[in-house]
């Protein structure tokens, strides 16, 4: 269904006098409120009274990741600190994670584009959501959560894991609806497999699959074996969560909820707009988010936009799946790690030497396989194997910690990894995304 | 007297095996027993060889990650229960053993034990105080 047809079928030029309206609305508020963004428009000689369309939205400064986390906790809260309900943070990164506020309006705001995610996936207020991201500060599993209910789905909120009990529940409660991570649903279809249970059996129509990138190939996979149509659905905790954008019916690129989140394509080197239909790197502006707005932000996801009269009636614009990182973030397993993570954890390891080596790969499951070969410091090589599997599980514990993710550790000789004059070649990803 | 043993780190890798049995060929080094601990990735090649030290220099060389470590070796009584006698010699002195592996004195057909115990020491002032001999090397 739609969700909200006067937003979602405005028609655009319409959609875009009210962009700048709240583009407008929101600079100005940022610039008394927030310090921070005084200085950097004050930095570019932009004042509030430049902006009166969304097409000035290009004079404005850009918002990096960086920026998040050195303003970390509160820097960039754009409303008073009781007016919060809800914070959440993001997920699996180094040091200092990066807030996400959400003041009672922004709860709404976010049930109100989830629920309109849900819709483009054909869900109604009839159906059974049986929401299995993970609940906690990630935003998956909440966001998800609060469009669910704005729509008045049954909601279960089953969170990730516990694959058996997913299934029960899933039988019992006839689901209709599955959210999860893509290689989260593939996981399940094995584990049914052996449990003897049969998907076309149960009721499930739609799955609502993010968090990690996936191919057209675990598209299909995923329908046939799970007996459902697969969306795809992107957000990010910086803009919001879970929401931003998701495939309609169509399937055929992902509709962004623009009248919320503006996104524009710059040249990551210049930071030069490029017109529609150009691939480069993918920019949000919260247009009306009162907790922690940010202003052109740069996610370094990698896609292109477009409109078309799309076969489901609306008008919003269109991304296409993610085609890729400007930096070398890697999601595994829908958590985001970096390969310097990695090396700081080896640092503080003194039997091995921060000389590695990424291996990822999907198992029979589809799901990410990691490994990781580490040289073996030679003042700590032993006779014995069992000192060595020590160290190995020492390097795994540590993994697992820094990077909440399961990795598989392979000892190696030293001066085994190749040593390169330039920039290392630290991953092989031999996924197919 | 306590053995000199080679031990060499060697990854599961075609040919490695090969590598280091060759390096240690051509810098002319005998073999009297090798032995190896392995697991899913790596394995530890256990070597007893004439000039440790210089197959040591020369497997470094190679790049190969190897250590010079002391191990106990015995020679057992040829005839039935002989290992038995030592083990229970060890196991009723609380001597750890983490591993241990046999070989063959080349000149007299007789069979040595070699030993890696947690407390090398010990095992060897235990096996003094029971009459049993610990050789020196192999001749």
Avoid at chain 1, 98 to 123: F, Q, S
Avoid at chain 1, 127 to 138: E, H, I, L, R, S
Avoid at chain 1, 342 to 354: D, K, R
Avoid at chain 2, 44 to 54: D, G, N, V
Wanted: aromatic share 6%.
């Amino acid at each position: 269904m739609i969700w909200n047809r006067d937003a979602e079928c405005e028609a655009v030029e319409q959609r875009r006098l009210l962009q700048g309206y709240q583009l407008k609305k929101q600079v100005t508020h940022l610039y008394e409120k927030v310090p921070f963004y005084r200085k950097k428009m004050d930095d570019l000689g932009v004042t509030p009274g430049d902006i009166n369309s969304i097409e000035d939205i290009g004079k404005l400064p850009f918002t990096t990741k960086d920026e998040l986390r050195e303003t970390y906790p509160y820097g960039l809260l754009a409303c008073p600190e009781e007016d919060l309900v809800e914070i959440h943070t993001s997920s699996g990164t180094t040091g200092t994670p990066v807030l996400g506020g959400y003041t009672r309006a922004d709860l709404d705001m976010w049930g109100e584009v989830m629920a309109r995610c849900i819709g483009m996936c054909g869900g109604t207020p009839s159906d059974v959501v049986q929401n299995a991201y993970g609940y906690g500060m990630f935003t998956g599993g909440l966001g998800v959560h609060h469009g669910a209910q704005k729509m008045g789905c049954n909601t279960i909120p089953a969170a990730s894991g516990n694959t058996k009990r997913q299934l029960m529940l899933m039988r019992d409660f006839k689901s209709t609806i599955l959210t999860c991570t893509p290689s989260y649903a593939l996981y399940m279809a094995e584990e049914a497999k052996e449990m003897g249970i049969d998907f076309r059996d149960l009721h499930l129509k739609a799955g609502v699959f993010g968090a990690e990138p996936w191919s057209d190939n675990m598209r299909k996979e995923i329908e046939e074996k799970l007996n459902l149509q697969a969306y795809d659905i992107y957000g990010l905790t910086e803009i919001i969560g879970p929401g931003v954008s998701n495939e309609c019916e169509a399937h055929h690129g992902l509709h962004v909820n623009e009248d919320h989140f503006y996104p524009e394509i710059i040249n990551p080197e210049t930071g030069e707009v490029l017109p529609e239909g150009e691939k480069g790197e993918l920019v949000f502006t919260s247009l009306t988010r009162q907790g922690t707005p940010i202003i052109r932000y740069r996610t370094r996801d990698i896609t292109y936009l477009w409109h078309d009269k799309c076969s489901c009636g609306r008008t919003l614009v269109k991304m296409h799946r993610l085609l890729g990182r400007t930096d070398d973030m890697l999601i595994l397993r829908g958590v985001n790690v970096f390969p310097s993570q990695i090396e700081n954890v080896l640092m503080q390891i003194e039997e091995t030497q921060p000389h590695y080596q990424i291996v990822i790969d999907r198992d029979r499951s589809q799901l990410d396989e990691v490994e990781l070969q580490v040289e073996v410091e030679e003042a700590f090589f032993s006779d014995e194997t069992k000192e060595l599997e020590r160290i190995r599980a020492k390097i795994a514990q540590a993994m697992k910690q820094e990077l909440q993710i399961n990795v598989n550790i392979k000892l190696v000789e030293p001066k085994s990894i190749e040593r390169s004059m330039g920039k290392a070649k630290r991953v092989i990803d031999k996924r197919n995304l | 007297m306590k053995v000199k043993q080679l031990s060499v780190f060697i990854e599961n890798t075609n040919g490695r095996l090969a590598q280091v049995t060759r390096v240690m060929g051509n810098a002319g080094v005998n073999m009297r027993a090798a032995t190896i601990a392995d697991t899913a990735d790596f394995g530890i090649l256990r070597i007893i060889c004439e000039k440790p030290q210089e197959a040591l220099l020369a497997l470094k060389e190679a790049g190969f990650t190897a250590r010079v470590t002391e191990v106990i070796g015995v020679k057992l009584k040829d005839e039935p229960g002989g290992l038995a006698d030592i083990m229970e010699l060890f196991e009723k002195n609380g001597v750890n053993i983490e591993y241990c592996y046999s070989t063959l004195m080349s000149d007299q057909g007789q069979a040595v034990v070699i030993f890696r115990v947690e407390d090398i020491d010990r095992g060897l002032k235990i096996l003094g105080e029971n009459g049993v001999d610990a050789i020196a090397s192999f001749g």
